[in-house]
């Protein structure tokens, strides 16, 4: 069964620090996401991306993050300096229509900045 | 601003029961709805969706109910097992071509 696949699954930055978090979407997918789950609280839209650039962006994800397809198979989220209250678990999907109905999900990474 | 939100933060069921997970919705125009099941470890799994045009919809031992007079949406899981244990989590847009918008998520612990 094909799965959305998410590197690492772990991460343990400094505060400051570049993280880069990586996806390896469902091949024949179009549509990509990442969403955010600080711990114990509600998943979070943060970016939509689909044609090689982003279509939609919440009020979360500022100046500090990007997100690139840099080849057919990865797509990855950018954090340019790295805050405590980044801290969470950030979820990539993606989808074969837009707008993220039956989006299929990564199984995250946990991102811990210290 | 509108938001997704659930009764109900935890839910402990005896195995074999039925249960029913709790989901309320502020937004008028939200078109779609879904719920997903999140294990420990793991990112949210689809397990059903209904959009606004229908009041029911029915899955393998899952079945969503979807009451727009009151903004409500349930997750009815028959005969819950073991398996079932986990975070469930709903989620609307309001056109199926926007973001999901997540509820805070309710825990399922089945008691053996």
């Known amino acids: 069964e094909p799965e959305v696949t998410q590197t690492p699954s772990h991460q343990v930055t400094q505060m400051g620090q570049e993280v880069i978090l990586r996806c390896v979407p469902i091949s024949n997918h179009l549509y990509f996401y990442w969403y955010r789950q600080i711990l114990g609280q509600k998943v979070e839209f943060l970016v939509s991306f689909y044609n090689n650039e982003i279509s939609e962006k919440s009020e979360i994800f500022d100046d500090q993050f990007s997100v690139e397809r840099p080849d057919g198979s990865n797509f990855t989220l950018k954090i340019r300096s790295t805050k405590l209250e980044d801290s969470a678990m950030y979820f990539c999907a993606s989808s074969v229509i837009r707008g993220g109905t039956e989006a299929f999900f990564g199984q995250g990474t946990r991102l811990t900045v210290v | 601003g509108e938001s997704v939100g659930l009764h109900l933060p935890t839910l402990s069921v005896q195995e074999g029961d039925n249960s029913i997970i709790n989901c309320a919705y502020s937004n008028s125009a939200s078109d779609y709805f879904i719920w997903y099941k999140q294990e420990s470890g793991k990112g949210p799994q689809f397990i059903i969706d209904?959009?606004?045009?229908?009041d029911k919809r029915q899955g393998q031992r899952v079945t969503v109910l979807l009451n727009k007079t009151v903004k409500h949406l349930s997750l009815q899981i028959a005969a819950t097992q073991p398996g079932d244990s986990a975070v469930y989590f709903c989620a609307e847009t309001p056109s199926g071509n926007t973001p999901l918008v997540f509820g805070k998520g309710t825990r399922l612990s089945v008691i053996a």
């Open positions: 209904i959009r606004s045009n229908m």
